[in-house]
Structures are given as structure tokens and as C-alpha cells.
């Protein structure tokens, strides 16, 4: 359960065609359930559009991760519409969608007013390839999937080598974490960067598997 100090918060997040799956649904229905207002939005689109997504997994058997088609995330907010000003802070999912929103100018000159303002940023795996090129990391300790590392040290940033793909890093109002391996530290960091707190750690609960999630689990 979370509280948070000066009443209800509102956060953005920024999608894009072919984002993580579990980077973009995981934090978006995880902050709602913490009583969050998230409003999602892509540039180009508007609400009630959808961004289709991207599954990456890694066997560890494998040079690099493997990548399948996700879920329609619907999109709540119009992008032309957002107002910075209005929102607490800002969740940058991974997957391809980094690559081309990097060279977005209108994604730039918003991760930079956040950034600017002191708001808070929760970036992962591959988004910090956006805060990279909003020039947003330099001098500040930063995280990512591996093959991120090259461009977040040209940006000045200060690598962190993740020692696990759950690794996240906090540095001023940024947040940064290497995969969705991380989600439960990253959402915590970000609910508490916005003054929330959690409570109830001290609960147990069972979580029942069918054949076909346990044997997928079991090939990765």
C-alpha cells in the first residue's frame, strides 16, 4: 500500500511503436493500483490510439536477447496535448521505441523541461538512449542494459556496471535500471521519489502458476 504526502500525483509516460511490453504495462497498471494518475502518450498519435509492443527475453544461452511481438498498449493522452508543467515526474520505457524517439525533437525538449524543472525521471534498459540525447545524464551516475553503456559514457554520464539485470541506480531526480528484472526496486525508487511511501512488506502471498507459464519459465 502507498501514501503520499501533498495529495494525488500525476505522472507521464512515454511511449513509442515497439517499446518493452513489460517496460511500458508493468509500471503503468503498477502505479494506477498505487493511486498514481499515469497518462501515456506517444508522439504522432492521440488517445484511444494504440502502440504495439515488443517482447525481449534472454535465455542466457544466447549473444543477445530475443525479441516478439507484444500486446496493443492503449494510449491515453494526446502527445501534441501534453503540458510538462502539470505532471510530477516521468517513466521512459526500453525496447525499440528509444531508437527513433531519440532523435525526436519534441521528445528531446520534453525529457529537458523535466529535467530542467527538477522533476523526477525514471528511465529503463534501453530509454536511457533518450536522456542520453536530451543531454540530461552528464556527470550523473547512470545504469542500462549493457549495450546502452558507449552512449551514455559519450553523454558524460557515469557508467554504473549493473551486476544484475535487476540493477537500478538513483542520482539526483534520475532513476535509471538496466531491464524489467528491476521492476519492483524501480517502481519503489520512483513511488518514493514522487512521496510515497509502502508499507505491508511484511505480507506473503501465493502466486499460482498454470502448466504452460511454469514450463515457459523453465525454458528461459
Known amino acids: 500500500m502507498a501514501n503520499s504526502k501533498g495529495g494525488k500525483r500525476s505522472v507521464l509516460l512515454l ?15 503498477a502505479l494506477l493500483a498505487f493511486g498514481v494518475s499515469v497518462d501515456a502518450a506517444c508522439p504522432g498519435k492521440k488517445s484511444g490510439d494504440v502502440c504495439p509492443t515488443a517482447v525481449h527475453q ?6 543477445t536477447y530475443s525479441e516478439t511481438r507484444g500486446h496493443n498498449f492503449a494510449l491515453n493522452a494526446t502527445f ?21 524517439l531519440a532523435m525526436n525533437d519534441s521528445v528531446i525538449d520534453l525529457v529537458r523541461k ?30 542500462a542494459y549493457p549495450p546502452v553503456k558507449p552512449v551514455l559514457i559519450a553523454a558524460g554520464a557515469s557508467w554504473i556496471e549493473p551486476e544484475t539485470m535487476a540493477a537500478c541506480v538513483v542520482d539526483g531526480n534520475i ?37 504452460s507459464f511454469c514450463f515457459q519459465n523453465l525454458l528461459e
Open 15 to 29: 511511449c513509442g511503436d515497439y517499446m518493452e511490453d513489460y517496460e511500458a504495462m508493468v509500471p503503468f497498471q
Open 58 to 63: 534472454s535465455t542466457g544461452h544466447q549473444q
Open 80 to 100: 501534441d496535448e501534453i503540458d510538462p508543467t502539470k505532471y510530477d515526474g516521468l517513466v521512459i520505457p526500453g525496447g525499440r521505441a528509444p531508437e527513433y
Open 114 to 143: 523535466f529535467s530542467n524543472s527538477g522533476k523526477t525521471i525514471a528511465s529503463i534498459c534501453h530509454g536511457q538512449l533518450i536522456l542520453a540525447a536530451a543531454d540530461v545524464v552528464k556527470g550523473r551516475k547512470c545504469t
Open 175 to 211: 532513476i535509471t535500471g538496466a531491464t524489467y528484472e528491476g521492476h519492483p526496486e524501480f517502481i519503489r525508487l520512483f513511488l518514493k521519489a514522487l512521496g510515497g511511501t509502502i508499507t505491508g512488506s511484511d505480507k506473503r502471498i501465493l502466486f499460482l502458476c498454470g502448466v
